[in-house]
């Protein structure tokens, strides 16, 4: 199993910035994605970034060149920097972990952050 605690979230003006963090424990073996959702009001939750244990980088249109993901591989902690943030970036956002095995892949979530971009 492994469990996914996220830190972060607020509220911010539009403009501003906002850091959330994923801790990961348990057993993590690699390759492994870690990724950033979030799910406004009213709609399906979407993917926003993700890294690989590798490093590589995957982000949605909406949010490039305004987020970063990034990742710590020796604390399994990843990372979502968010700036010049705007009000349609209001959401739930999840941390997910997909743990790539030989034969399939498991999910895990976190429990979810609140972020609110208003004036």
């Known amino acids: 199993q492994v469990q996914l605690v996220e830190s972060g979230g607020g509220l911010v003006q539009p403009g501003g910035s906002l850091s959330l963090s994923c801790a990961a424990s348990g057993r993590i073996f690699r390759p492994y994605i870690m990724g950033w959702y979030r799910q406004a009001p009213g709609k399906q939750r979407e993917l926003v970034a993700s890294?690989?244990?590798?490093?590589?980088?995957n982000y949605a249109d909406s949010v490039k060149g305004r987020f970063t993901i990034s990742r710590d591989n020796a604390k399994t902690t990843g990372y979502l920097q968010m700036n010049s943030l705007k009000p349609e970036d209001t959401a739930v956002y999840y941390c997910?972990?997909?743990?790539?095995?030989?034969?399939?892949?498991?999910?895990?979530w976190g429990q979810g952050t609140q972020v609110s971009v208003s004036s």
């Open positions: 997910n972990m997909r743990i790539i095995g030989a034969l399939t892949a498991t999910d895990y």
């Open positions: 890294i690989t244990s590798g490093g590589n980088t």
